[in-house]
């Protein structure tokens, strides 16, 4: 049987002041992903996510809702 899981904000409607956001990554030339656990707003994880991407190049940074597991 299948979980199901809650997001944390409106999948739908995503404005700067939403809680319940990460910032996850990916290497653009692999297989090897991840994301930081640190729950922020969306804005803040938008904002975070592009001062890692201009540090890092060689990975893929974005704004990641969370979710929690409802079983």
């Not at 809650?6 to 999948?11: G, L, T, V, Y």
């Not at 996850?24 to 030339?29: C, I, N, R, V």
């Not at 992903?33 to 592009?50: C, I, L, N, P």
């Amino acid at each position: 049987m299948a979980g199901v899981y809650i997001n944390r904000a409106n999948p739908m409607l995503r404005q700067d002041g939403d809680k319940g956001y990460r910032v996850a990554w990916k290497l653009k030339y692999g297989f090897q992903k991840s994301r930081f656990d640190k729950e922020m707003t969306y804005g803040e994880a938008r904002k975070q996510a592009a001062e890692l991407q201009a540090k890092e190049p060689e990975k893929v940074f974005w704004a990641e809702m969370m979710m929690d597991p409802h079983f």
